[in-house]
C-alpha cells in the first residue's frame, strides 16, 4: 500500500490568483496522477507526472493552466494558475500500488478549492 | 470513448438487508474492473478488483461481479451496517492498464 499526504485540505481563494497543492508519498513511485472531482461528478484524470519528464495532460486539461512539477520519485505538485469560480472543485493526487498491489490505485484525502 | 454509468440516485436500505448497486460500460471491455469506497472529505479507497475473466469476487460482506456480455458489474453488500454510508465508485482501467477511468459513483445510506 502507499500513504499519500495532500495539503493543503482546502483552501478559500481569490479569482486571478493561483494556488499550488502538495503530493507527499512514502514510497518511490514512477508515476503520480492529479484529478478533479467536481460536486457529484466523477474523477477526471488531469495528468500524469513522472519523474524527471513532462507531466502528460489529459484532453481538456493545459501545462498553462495546470503546471506540475514532480522533482523527485516521492514528491509531486499542481498548481491551479489564474484560477476562477469554475475552478471550484476537489483535486487528489493518487499513486499505483506495486507489486501485489499494482493495479491498485491510492489517493490522497484531497484539497477541496473555492474560487471566489 | 468509454463511459461508466452508475446510479445518480442515492440507495436508501435499512440494515441487515443487502445492498446492489450497478456500474455499466459503454464500449470494450475493460482489463479490469475496480470498486473504490468515498467518504465526505476522503479520497476514494480500494474495495474490490475484478478481471476480465473472472465472473465473481468476493471479500468479507461484500461481492462484485462482472458480465462482459451485458457490459456491466454488481457490487453487493451483505448484511449491511449504518457504517457501510458511503458513495461508491466503479472504475475501469483500460487494456493496456494505464489509465483508470472513473464513474461519477452511487450514494449508499443505511438506515439502523
Known amino acids: 500500500s502507499a500513504v499519500i499526504s495532500q495539503k493543503p485540505s482546502r483552501d478559500i481563494c481569490q479569482r486571478g490568483t493561483s494556488l499550488t497543492i502538495q503530493c507527499q508519498v512514502d514510497s518511490q513511485v514512477t508515476m503520480m496522477f492529479w484529478y478533479r472531482q467536481q460536486p457529484g461528478q466523477s474523477l477526471t484524470l488531469i495528468a500524469t507526472a513522472n519523474q524527471g519528464s513532462e507531466a502528460t495532460y489529459e484532453s481538456g486539461f493545459v501545462i498553462d493552466k495546470f503546471p506540475i512539477s514532480r522533482p523527485n520519485l516521492t514528491f509531486s505538485t499542481l498548481t491551479v494558475s489564474n484560477m476562477s469560480p469554475e475552478d471550484s472543485s476537489i483535486y487528489l493526487c493518487s499513486v499505483d500500488g506495486t507489486g501485489d498491489t499494482k493495479n491498485i490505485q491510492y489517493f490522497g484525502a484531497g484539497t477541496r478549492l473555492s474560487v471566489l | 470513448s468509454q463511459k461508466i454509468e452508475q446510479n445518480s440516485e442515492a440507495l436508501n436500505i435499512q440494515e441487515g438487508k443487502t445492498a446492489t448497486l450497478t456500474c455499466n460500460y459503454t464500449?470494450?471491455?475493460?482489463?479490469?474492473l475496480q470498486w473504490y469506497r468515498q467518504d465526505p472529505g476522503r479520497g476514494p479507497v480500494f474495495l474490490l478488483l475484478i478481471r476480465e475473466n473472472e465472473k465473481e469476487k468476493r471479500k468479507e460482506r461484500l461481492k462484485v461481479t462482472f458480465d462482459t456480455t451485458l457490459k456491466q458489474s454488481l457490487f453487493h453488500i451483505t448484511a449491511s451496517q449504518p457504517a457501510d454510508s458511503a458513495t461508491y465508485l466503479c472504475?475501469?482501467?483500460?487494456?493496456?492498464?494505464?489509465?483508470?477511468?472513473f464513474g461519477a459513483g452511487t450514494r449508499l445510506f443505511v438506515k439502523a
Open positions: 472504475a475501469l482501467v483500460e487494456p493496456g492498464g494505464f489509465k483508470t477511468i
Open positions: 464500449n470494450y471491455s475493460p482489463a479490469y
